[in-house]
């Protein structure tokens, strides 16, 4: 502050008081200065000197960083001999958990979100059984391909936004299918379903998104393929998913997937399903069916079909319990393969043979409580019943019919 001028001391009473009033001003003035100079501004505009083209003002953007870690503990009656959850052939079932007799971690990971007006990308990197028995089929073609890198990655993807409420992601990317996420504490049930095991969890390419209002989304992915990062063939895949949401507490959704599979053989795909919430009450239903033409020039096509029904109620602010209904019908293994298994008969002499197909039945009854909003503490038990015999029997040569196991899981968010 300024020291008054030795003069302004013999100045009138009434001007000493008018110095002070200025001076106090000045201070005043000073102070809103200093903050309006801290306050954020508008980025400014910035020319592109080489076209002399003008650069949209950037935003400020959001970066947002996180984890997940979902460990478990599993037991499956069948015993499989080798820890691996799997059918009597080998082949294994279900990604979710993927071991049996043993303390694992089912999923972890960190990632990093950036969100801004036009451009937003979400990279995560990931680890866990669920993610090595998720990843084995990827193609190995050539070198550079294979699931040694790419199971690590659960999504790398960079978007911008081309207009109003239009949007393009390219990268890597959950795909558009099914009711059901990748990630545990996302999902009604602890272990996903077997519509949603057994359709993919992620993609590789270009998806589309508009929202024309508040109710509908709209989606469209252009594809390497049937949830593959490398490529397996010369074509590529395309699918579509609408979700309407008919009020806060209710969404309906529709999705399709068009592909060259298994060479040069057209896939199709489509899928309806539903969630909606009352009250303490969610109810969340599927159904899928699937077609591919037939190898060796044939003019049919196999199909398959999953069904789906959960029943979640939210017993306590604390406690849930949720039960599960299914049904998946594969009788050509065109996508569940129960493999094949050595037999000793005289009638097959002792050649390998394919194991029956799944066209079973499904039911779980879980448990969760979540003691803190970051903690998720789930148990299930979870039992299968086949048309044919296609399990292990820890104690016998012989597959059977039927596999349960039981599972717990302690999650923790990031």
Known sequence: MSVLPTRARTVSGAALTLGALVAGASILAARGAVAQSTAPTSPPVA??????????????????????????????????PTRDRSFAGGALFTTQPSRSNEFNINLAYVEAKLDAARYRGRLALQFGTSVQSNYIGEPRTGQISGPSVQQYIQEANAGVKLGKNFWVDGGIFFSNMGEEGWISRDSPTYTRSLVA??????????KFTYTPNAKLTARLDVVNGWQNISENNSGKAAGVRLDYAADANSTYSYWNFFSDEAGNLLRTFNGVGAKVTRGTLTLM???????????????????????LGVARVQVTPMVAVVGRLERYNDPDQVILSTGTRSVTSAVEGGNAIANPAFRGNGASLGVDVSPFSRVLFRTELRGFQNRDAVFPDGKNADPRKTDAFAVTSLALTF
């Open 47 to 80: 020319t592109d000197t080489s076209t002399r083209r003008v650069v949209p003002p950037d935003t400020t953007p959001k970066v947002t960083f996180g984890g997940f870690v979902d460990g478990y503990y599993a037991y499956d009656v069948t015993r499989p």
């Open 197 to 206: 095991d057994y359709s993919p969890y992620y993609s590789s390419g270009v």
């Open 285 to 307: 239903g599927e159904a899928d069916v699937g077609t591919q033409r037939r190898a060796n020039g044939a003019s049919s096509s196999s199909s398959w079909y999953g069904l």
